[in-house]
């Protein structure tokens, strides 16, 4: 019997470190981090931006358990091979394996009685997870489960007692926010399954849920031939019932059950190998024996810890062990989406439902544009810029692959989902375009985006060209369209002047001031209007409705998103009556105390006052108060959200961690600046709340950050040096950080009333 | 406005010669004939064994409307794309397309009210069908249709009247047997729709029919832009309701429909390009753009029609305009299938559903071995033996994706149905082997014969192998599943012995001999055993039963079964006690009169007594008055079926076509010889009834047969000579066909008592 890891002290050292001394970044990964509480992470082994994440699901029939574990749960169904990471939208948990002990149960059970089904309990004191890694020992049969995982492939190592009555358990009726006969659950609309031989499985799924039409295939094969095997459908043993030949070893419907059976030894390990496709099982397989062609489960942990470790390489850090953890799981958690999806001949199937071929790029997929545009993709451009042009190039396979000639929204697994608003695949590919993302076409990207934001029928998208607004009275959402419309189109204007489009780009130029079309200067905020102009009467700025059909605003408040013109802050504070007047507005959206009467509170997390920093809305907000010549007020908020709303904890984000942005944004305020507005030229300077950082550009060059005296009270800045010469200014050029260098701040325990005062906003 | 044929005599010469004089033997086609009563042919066009067969459909909801089309009903649902051609079940029937003009109806109506839906009124006087095309005028709205196909892709060419609201609807919800929410239809399990471009549309469904996992994709293209297009989904129209976006291009769903919108002037024609695939959207598009890569329906007819002629032409008769229509439309309908499966780049989804290459070959699907081993199959290895080659090894490539390692059994499109009984993918591959088919590997093919005979899990088959009978208390249809494994294993003993596996021919050689094991002498017949070796009791041998789940006899009765021995004709006649005995149970079955009060009449088609014509249990039986010495008798039965059963009418197939076998049957015998023992190295001649026939062999000889005196009249054979010598056996040599040469019978109007009488049947 392998040995396993019992009684692993939680978040101290979960296993021992593998190798290679202090340089193993990964060792600081904590994978627990967002899974009690909204974060809405996975606890289960992956490899950066890998196609398999194979986690443990302790449900699947709730809208909020979008990545199937939540830690206060005591049951696990079992271990399915696929996983979103931090959305508030369920999908995937694709094949679920779970081993078991005695008669073979083909139904889950429930939370309250886990025993009525294959569910199996288990204790965190018995559970562990690392970087490429998970173990948990059921508590009711005492198999011991250990999972790791390459880029398409996972590995199970299922450590069992001895029984006469071993076996393992494919649920293909399995997946996230289906599996019940429950409107509004998504839905299995077929699947099938192959016992292709006595050791090996192959199976396929076609679900309606989030992600409408997604096809996905598995292989497994096992380290030894099953003793005997069973197929069920709709919980009925499939028999030849004498009358048509039916085949025991395949099954084709909507509830379909695998289990592999087996007598055990004492301590009996059994491996299983499994991979997923988005083309064919024969994909599926030659992805499983291309990655892991050996049985070696210490190797494939091996290797993804190292791939872990350098990713997380490209950000060295001084700081204490839980600042480390915490930084590092942020660092992983932004490294998880977009996730791998092309098989190992490059062939993916795309959102015309055909199988492509991703030639001269690697194609992704989950691309949760309306949060990650804002500090997940300006992050990547830094220190991960080929896979940035390997995403911006996925991007542009999408458009063309797009019967609406439209970029993603939301693109998942060859699907479109429409999902949240805007078209902000265009700052993602600007922001990469003027940062030195190279190995797209510029032109044939240019001619996307321009075609994107000239769409006729995308979200009120005409009559917003027309009016200058997305009028209230035809389109939900209508000023959070509006606003967010005329920052994309500001980036439109960009790569335009940049290619020299200057008609273009007089045109963009233009469409982005549309913000000052919805600013009600009789309330001093964004109000939404009507076609004929007419704002809307009443009108309650601190009204929120999750419910996005009866809200002008898009998780949010008008409060909130009165803020939104990242393009022209400056505007938006010349609208306000200037920098007091502005500075002061700021500081009552923190203080405002919203009743929770408001209908729906899903995306209130995170609040200080009604700053949710829990969602996207409010992200780049604290920041203003740099604009706003009071730069102090955004340390002081800075560090509150650094302080209770991350760390190293399962419960430690406060938010959706929405495909990283959340611990995106966590990585650059605690390095000391944040892409307020991704495609322009300069970053904001917050506060850093780091001693040191390195960050190792992808251009070959390094940026380091340093905080002398900088200390939990010493978070102000007092004075600053970019490559040794003063720098009296929080807009950080992103040119200097681009070309490398050395940005020095010096802290200390009281608000410096002069510096960065008075700058001027780059153009 | 193009000129079209209206009122064109319906069985006289439908539509002008298109060119090249009298050689042109595909005018002598007649695609009604089994439309009427239950030969389930279908009349649209189709290219020889071609993927596409473009064809009316007048019911999708009828269990005995199998290939869509039934001549006496009297509207039209509109015109799909693939059908079945003489099946006993329904499938197919795909993609669906209807001209309207007025509002767009989205569902078809019914029989009694057609004008309730989209269905057309239509009449055979404004109806006509040649080789390759077909044409209707639609009564309700004066359209005129004219349908063309090549291998892959169809053409319709549709002519309208003037008006503000023309339209053509496409239906995705329309196939064979389906469509009605009713228990036992199938079920259109997922589909999907794209509006590619202004003038090009692309969609998929996936259909558990009959073929229980059927992915099927096809392509349109229109001749012109549509003037406007809508999507519907269960009945509503797809459009956005601002709340989260919905393309006006795409929907997916299990009711969806697509209404082109047109303008038209007075006899405007609009033409649509169509084609199928089972890999992809792109595939489709792809067989459409190579096969009619122009809008030249002419060119597409001639074509088709030359692929015809080219067809027909390897066997040319002489005989009256009526037989050489029936004749020629009974090789027509032998050309049907099995068809083409495989995209233009040699592409297709096989039965493990990943997508396969068909390497040095050409791939096909449509397999209804049951039927078509006994005279399909040996007509091909004689005439078509390329093609009988390819066939044989798409059964291999069939059983190499096959997880049972079975050779089909029923094969449809990428599926096993697992419909009717035996291997009889055995004999056609064994026939084909040993008649000189050429083109695969004959080691291979074995190792796919022996491990399908030797199958454990298949119907009974380790039962049969360990008593030497399939046992009636096992296993249904338990008598006919023995006689046809016996006579399967005959076929692997003959492959085994060419092979010089000595072994394994004495081995399939003594299963061979396991119909005698049934044979119950105290009744002359053969009778249901159980496990211990009791006879079933009571027992009716008359006893028939459509539903094979209560009966021991497949579609028949046991005094039917009871003379299925091919292998060992001989060996039946001396259970019988000899010759006469034999000869005088024979003509029992042709005299019973059996009462229709059995359960289920549905097989009881073509019926001389208990010889029922119409269905393929029957179909070697008159034969066998030439092993019982007494050969007249043979020729009174056969030119009694043939006078009654076969013709050139909608209603002249007395039973189900079944793939061509009915009319294989047709074709051998009035050649005057049948291959009642396929494998085997005779054909056993019954009586001619064409004056001459040429056959033109695959191996680039002739083989010709004369009939000097022949008359309705003069049907006994009185003398014969072989090569222009004296032929006196009624047991022709399988070898003197495929070298070539010459058989002359000399006819007249009495028995000769003598000739053909004491031949003795070749080992």
């Known amino acids: 019997m392998r040995s396993f890891l019992r009684f692993c002290p939680l978040f101290l050292a979960l296993v021992p470190s593998l190798a290679q001394g202090d340089s193993a970044l990964a060792d600081y990964?904590?994978?627990?981090?967002?899974?009690?509480?909204?974060?809405?992470?996975?606890?289960?082994?992956?490899?950066?931006?890998?196609?398999?994440?194979?986690?443990?699901?302790?449900?699947?029939?709730?809208?909020d358990n979008a990545a199937g574990y939540k830690y206060a749960d005591t049951s696990i169904m079992g271990f399915s091979m696929t996983h979103l990471s931090g959305t508030g939208i369920p999908d995937r948990g694709d094949f679920l394996f779970i081993p078991q002990i005695g008669e073979a149960k083909l139904v889950p059970g429930t939370k309250e009685n886990p025993d009525a089904g294959y569910r199996a309990r288990y204790a965190h004191e018995q559970e562990s997870a690392a970087a490429g890694y998970y173990q948990v020992t059921l508590l009711n049969n005492h198999v011991n489960v250990e999972l790791t995982a390459a880029d398409r492939a996972g590995l199970m190592r299922l450590t069992f007692p001895e029984s006469e009555h071993a076996s393992i358990l494919t649920d293909l009726r399995h997946f996230l926010n289906g599996n019940a006969d429950v409107p509004g659950r998504f839905k299995l609309i077929w699947s099938h399954l192959r016992v292709e031989d006595e050791a090996t499985v192959t199976g396929f799924h076609l679900i309606g849920g989030w992600a409408k039409e997604r096809y996905l295939y598995f292989a497994a094969r096992y380290s030894r031939p099953f003793d005997g095997h069973r197929l069920y459908?709709?919980?009925?043993?499939?028999?030849?019932?004498?009358?048509?030949?039916?085949?025991?070893?395949?099954?084709?419907?909507?509830?379909?059950?695998?289990?592999?059976?087996?007598?055990?030894?004492?301590?009996?390990?059994?491996?299983?190998?499994?991979?997923?496709?988005?083309?064919?099982?024969?994909?599926?397989?030659?992805?499983?024996?291309?990655?892991?062609?050996?049985?070696?489960?210490?190797?494939?942990?091996?290797q993804t810890r190292q791939k872990w470790n350098k990713e997380l390489s490209r950000l060295q850090i001084e700081g204490t062990q839980d600042q480390k953890e915490t930084f590092y799981s942020a660092m992983y958690h932004c490294c998880l989406a977009p996730s791998l999806y092309e098989d190992a001949d490059g062939l993916y199937r795309g959102l015309d439902w055909d199988i492509h071929a991703a030639s001269g790029f690697t194609n992704y997929t989950v691309f949760s544009l309306w949060d990650t545009y804002r500090a997940v993709h300006?992050?990547?451009?830094?220190?991960?810029?080929?896979?940035?042009?390997?995403?911006?190039?996925?991007?542009?396979?999408?458009?063309?692959?797009?019967?609406?000639?439209?970029?993603?929204?939301?693109?998942?697994?060859g699907n479109e989902t429409w999902c949240m608003i805007g078209y902000h695949a265009v700052p993602v590919i600007v922001d990469g375009f003027l940062k030195g993302v190279k190995g797209f076409d510029a032109e044939r990207a240019y001619q996307a985006i321009k075609t994107t934001a000239m769409n006729p029928d995308y979200d009120g998208l005409s009559a917003y060209r027309q009016l200058g607004w997305v009028p209230c009275d035809q389109e939900n959402e209508s000023v959070s369209k509006t606003l967010e419309y005329a920052y994309d189109d500001y980036c439109v204007a960009q790569i335009a002047k940049a290619l020299g489009k200057n008609d273009d780009y007089q045109y963009f130029k233009g469409r982005a001031a549309n913000f000052t079309n919805l600013y009600d200067a009789s309330i001093g905020l964004m109000r939404p209007k009507d076609a004929q102009g007419h704002w809307r009467t009443p009108f309650n700025p601190h009204f929120y409705d999750d419910d996005s059909r009866t809200n002008d605003f898009t998780e949010g408040t008008s409060w909130q998103y009165s803020w939104y013109a990242p393009q022209d802050v400056p505007g938006l504070i010349a609208l306000a009556g200037g920098k007091e007047a502005f500075a002061a507005k700021l500081d009552q959206l923190f203080t405002f105390h919203q009743a929770d009467t408001n209908k729906g509170m899903d995306d209130v997390q995170g609040r200080i006052g009604e700053y949710w920093h829990g969602n996207e809305p409010s992200h780049q907000i604290i920041y203003l108060y740099s604009y706003a010549g009071q730069p102090w007020k955004a340390a002081q908020r800075l560090h509150e959200v650094l302080r209770t709303q991350y760390g190293n904890k399962p419960d430690s984000l406060s938010g959706n961690d929405d495909c990283g942005q959340m611990s995106a944004w966590y990585i650059f305020t605690v390095l000391g600046f944040y892409p307020v507005c991704p495609a322009s030229d300069y970053y904001v300077i917050g506060s850093p709340s780091l001693p040191k950082a390195v960050m190792r550009l992808s251009n070959g060059r390094e940026f380091?950050?340093?905080?002398?005296?900088?200390?939990?009270?010493?978070?102000?800045?007092?004075?600053?040096?970019?490559?040794?010469?003063?720098?009296?200014?929080?807009?950080?050029?992103?040119?200097?950080?681009?070309?490398?260098?050395?940005?020095?701040?010096?802290?200390?325990?009281?608000?410096?009333?002069?510096?960065?005062?008075?700058?001027?906003?780059?153009e």
């Open 378 to 413: 300006p992050l990547f451009a830094l220190i991960q810029a080929q896979r940035d042009s390997d995403m911006i190039q996925s991007l542009l396979a999408h458009y063309d692959q797009s019967v609406d000639h439209l970029l993603p929204v939301w693109g998942l697994e």
């Open 704 to 762: 380091t950050m340093t905080a002398a005296n900088l200390s939990d009270y010493n978070i102000y800045i007092q004075s600053a040096t970019l490559n040794g010469r003063d720098w009296n200014s929080p807009y950080l050029p992103a040119r200097a950080v681009r070309e490398g260098g050395t940005l020095n701040f010096q802290m200390g325990p009281e608000p410096n009333n002069i510096w960065g005062v008075n700058a001027q906003v780059p």
């Open 233 to 302: 459908s709709n919980g009925e043993e499939i028999k030849y019932n004498t009358y048509r030949f039916r085949s025991r070893h395949e099954a084709a419907g909507t509830n379909l059950q695998f289990v592999a059976e087996y007598k055990t030894r004492p301590g009996e390990v059994i491996q299983i190998k499994v991979a997923v496709s988005a083309v064919s099982a024969a994909s599926a397989l030659q992805n499983l024996d291309r990655e892991i062609p050996d049985w070696d489960f210490d190797r494939v942990r091996r």
């Open 29 to 63: 990964i904590r994978p627990f981090v967002g899974t009690k509480g909204g974060g809405n992470t996975f606890p289960g082994p992956v490899a950066p931006f890998g196609m398999v994440q194979l986690s443990p699901d302790t449900a699947d029939d709730l809208w």
